[in-house]
Structures are given as structure tokens and as C-alpha cells.
């Protein structure tokens, strides 16, 4: 099983973790699983920027990001070139290493 470290983010995950998933599992559902509480609102179908993470490592070894999930990206804030939406970001056979960005565009957290 695919190992995901996750750096440090003062809310959701201050000390950093370390969190194994199986393949073909989204990074979003991986974090969730693990009681890491990223924000989703909308439920991981696409359609909004709150659930973006950074690829620090690994990115390569993802699915490729589909034309919609890029075109959401743009409306993300932080965006980098290795930024993903980890409800669309799929694990396969490698080691990753994300970072959830700081902010996201999310005025009202909602209570998943």
C-alpha cells in the first residue's frame, strides 16, 4: 500500500502524519480515513477548490488531472504547478508526500 506523508498544517494536521491508503483510493478519502479533516463541501464531485493540496512528491504516480479538476484549479488559492484536488488525485503504487495549503477559497466551513 502507497504511503501518503502529509507536512505539517497548523489546523488539520499540526504534527505532520504519516497515513498508508490502498491504490486506487482518492488522497481526499485517504485523509478522511485517517481522521484527517479536510475540507470538502462539495462532497469530492468536482466542484469546488476547498479539498487542494500540493504534491510535494509523488505527483507523477497520480491519474492525470482531468480538464474539469484543471479548470477548477485556477479559482485555488496557493496554486502551484504540482497542485492537485485530492478528491480527484487517485494513488497508485508510489509513495506521496502533499501539503494542504494554508487558506482555501471556503468562506464557511462546513461540519463533514
Not at 502507497?2 to 486506487?24: D, F, M, N
Not at 480538464?67 to 497508485?92: H, M, V
Not at 477559497?105 to 463533514?112: D, L, M, R, T, V
Request: hydrophobic letters at 35%; one cysteine or more.
Amino acid at each position: 500500500m502507497p504511503v501518503i506523508r502529509i507536512l505539517p498544517h497548523h489546523e488539520y494536521c499540526p504534527e505532520g502524519a504519516e497515513i498508508t491508503a490502498p491504490a486506487g483510493t482518492s488522497i481526499c478519502e485517504a485523509l478522511l480515513d485517517n481522521n484527517i479533516k479536510i475540507e470538502h463541501a462539495c462532497d469530492m464531485s468536482c466542484a469546488c477548490t476547498t479539498c487542494h493540496v500540493i504534491v510535494r512528491q509523488g505527483y507523477e504516480s497520480l491519474n492525470d488531472a482531468e480538464e474539469e479538476e484543471e479548470d477548477l484549479l485556477d479559482r485555488a488559492w496557493g496554486l502551484e504547478p504540482q497542485s492537485r484536488l485530492s478528491c480527484q488525485a487517485i494513488l497508485a503504487q508510489s509513495d506521496v508526500t502533499v501539503e494542504i495549503p494554508k487558506y482555501s477559497i471556503n468562506h464557511a466551513k462546513e461540519n463533514h
